[in-house]
């Protein structure tokens, strides 16, 4: 199995902060990555896709950057809907795993 | 636009069958753009793929789980189900069905979720 690896567990960050989510796969999975948005409550919503494509109606504040075992989210300028808990998903040779969660709270 | 709804028991007993059925709506579970699949969330917990079929009927499957787990495909009624067998109170979680989308892997559309516990 591959490991995925979030960093930080736990973020505190203002309304209109500038955050980046770091993600590693114990091995490489190329762009085979895909960050989500969880919510209490709520169906999980996708962000980003391929590493770096925005889903069709995701605010363009969300970007995702990187390949082989480094990944980054970054949010440009927080809003007060995007405090949630963020996930990191990788896909290789028909297996899935999922990043440990970051949680996004308000500083 | 494609919706999906999970359903089935909140409670079973240790050593039973889990069973939840997804159903789709708005859009054909006979598409050949995606997977159809179960993601699961124990609590406290990261999420964790359980598995995905095609509408042709072809699986697969997290290794882990593989040899308790079935999943299926009724084209006919849109939907597709998750049995899970000799359940334990690690299978207690919220259970997600899932739309896949082919060209990337990424779960592009959610069920809400419904939280199955096992216990007697």
């Known amino acids: 199995d591959i490991q995925m690896t979030q960093s930080p567990s736990t973020l505190s960050a203002s309304v209109g902060d500038r955050v980046t989510i770091t993600c590693r796969a114990s091995q490489s999975i190329s762009n085979w990555l895909a960050w989500y948005q969880l919510k209490p409550g709520k169906a999980p919503k996708l962000l980003i896709y391929k590493a770096s494509s925005l889903e069709s109606g995701v605010p363009s504040r969300f970007s995702g950057s990187g390949s082989g075992t480094e990944f980054t989210l970054t949010i440009s300028s927080l809003q007060p809907d995007d405090f949630a808990t963020y996930y990191c998903q990788q896909f290789n040779t028909y297996s899935i795993t999922f990043g440990q969660g970051t949680r996004l709270e308000i500083k | 636009q494609v919706q999906l709804q999970e359903s089935g028991p909140g409670l079973v007993k240790p050593s039973e069958t889990l069973s939840l059925i997804c159903t789709v709506s708005?859009?054909?579970?006979?598409?050949?753009?995606?997977?159809w699949g179960w993601i699961r969330q124990p609590p406290g917990k990261r999420l964790e793929w359980i598995g995905s079929?095609?509408?042709?009927?072809?699986?697969y499957y997290n290794p882990s789980l593989k040899s308790r787990l079935t999943i299926s495909v009724d084209t006919s009624k849109n939907q597709f189900s998750l049995k899970l067998s000799s359940v334990t109170a690690a299978d207690t979680a919220v259970y997600y069905c899932?739309?896949?989308?082919?060209?990337?892997?990424?779960?592009?559309?959610w069920g809400q979720g419904t939280m199955v516990t096992v216990s007697s």
């Open positions: 899932a739309r896949q989308a082919i060209i990337s892997y990424a779960v592009d559309i």
């Open positions: 708005g859009g054909s579970i006979s598409s050949s753009s995606y997977y």
């Open positions: 079929i095609y509408y042709s009927g072809s699986t």
